[in-house]
Structure formats: C-alpha cells, structure tokens
C-alpha cells in the first residue's frame, strides 16, 4: 500500500506563490502517473494537474493552466506542483494521486482512476 504525503500549503495573497510537494513511500513511483485535485467546502474533488509515469507529458485543468507547474522526481519519488499567480478562488485542500494502473497513458482524468490518495494540504489565498 503506497503511502503519499504532501507538503507546502499554507496562506498567501492573491498574485503569490506556494509549491507543494507529494513524497511518495515504495519502489513502483515511476511506474505510475501522478495527480493533483482539490476540493474546496461545498464542491466536489476537482482535477488539477497531472503528469505521465515517464514524465515526458503534463495536462492541465483550464483554470489552472499557465500558472500551475507539475513536475516530479522519479529518483526521490516526489511530484511537485508550483503554483504561481494564485487566485482567491484556488482555494482548497489539495490532494496527491496515483494512478491506480501501471504505465496507463489515458486521458481520462476524473477521480476514479487515481486509487490512492494522500491526506491533503490547505491553501488558502486571501484577496
């Protein structure tokens, strides 16, 4: 069972920048396309960012594109979003995912296809 943990929330004024990192426990990280979601209060968990097992290939959700990074580490089995230009309504508790296949290159990326998840990190961004 894949641990994930994520760091780096915290609060910041609209136009500045967090990165959170996810370190993810086991030897199979590379093997896996890693995710972030957020879910703000009242809203369902929506899709952030991602990026393929290999590395080679990032996708965006719309609101986020152009201002969000997602990169990752395969020898310290760590992803990475930098988060630049934040806005007020980024707000959320964002969360670490891993595919739930080996080596899946789909381009679906709802909920159900990320079998684990780590516990969250709050961002919240002031106006």
């Known amino acids: 069972q894949v641990q994930l943990v994520e760091s780096g929330g915290g609060l910041v004024q609209a136009g500045g920048s967090l990165r959170l990192s996810c370190a993810a426990s086991?030897?199979?990280?590379?093997?896996?396309?890693m995710g972030w979601f957020r879910q703000a209060p009242g809203k369902e968990r929506e899709f952030v960012a991602a990026?393929?097992?290999?590395?080679?290939?990032?996708y965006y959700a719309d609101s986020v594109k152009g201002r969000f990074t997602i990169s990752r580490d395969n020898a310290k089995s760590t992803v990475n979003l930098q988060m630049n230009s934040l806005k007020p309504e980024d707000t959320a508790v964002y969360y670490c995912?891993?595919?739930?296949?080996?080596?899946?290159?789909?381009?679906?990326?709802?909920?159900?296809?990320?079998?684990?998840w780590g516990q969250g990190t709050q961002v919240t961004v002031s106006s």
């Open positions: 990026i393929s097992w290999h590395g080679g290939s990032t």
């Open positions: 086991g030897r199979t990280f590379s093997s896996y396309t």
């Open positions: 995912a891993r595919d739930a296949r080996l080596y899946y290159s789909g381009s679906d990326y709802g909920v159900g296809r990320f079998g684990s």
